[in-house]
Nanobody, 115 residues
Framework: QVQLVESGGDLVQAGGSLRLSCAAS????????MGWYRQIPGKQRELVAA???????NYADSAKGRFTISRDNAKNTVYLQMNSLKPEDTAVYYC?????????WGQGTQVTVSR
């Protein structure tokens, strides 16, 4: 079993920055990829960024150049540094862990970017 605890969501003005954290516990050796999705009400959940246990990284086009994902394997924690935030980044951000046979989701953290 893997548990994910997210933190860092907040209200921020456009152009500001936030850092999201996702701490994994349990059978962390089974995690292949970790990352972040986001969901706007009425829309499908979309990938923001992901990082593998080998350090491979994927970004959504909307995140490239503004967001940075990183992973502290010693702390079993993934971070999403978000800079130059825009109102359209407003969403619930969900941490996920790809366990190969299944996917574990965090509870979600709200990010709101005001104009």
């Amino acid at each position: 079993q893997v548990q994910l605890v997210e933190s860092g969501g907040d209200l921020v003005q456009a152009g500001g920055s936030l850092r999201l954290s996702c701490a994994a516990s349990g059978t962390v050796s089974s995690i292949a990829w970790m990352g972040w999705y986001r969901q706007i009400p009425g829309k499908q959940r979309e990938l923001v960024a992901a990082i593998s246990n080998a350090g491979s990284i994927n970004y959504a086009d909307s995140a490239k150049g503004r967001f940075t994902i990183s992973r502290d394997n010693a702390k079993n924690t993934v971070y999403l540094q978000m800079n130059s935030l825009k109102p359209e980044d407003t969403a619930v951000y969900y941490c996920y862990a790809d366990l190969r046979a299944t996917v574990k989701w965090g509870q979600g953290t709200q990010v709101t970017v005001s104009r």
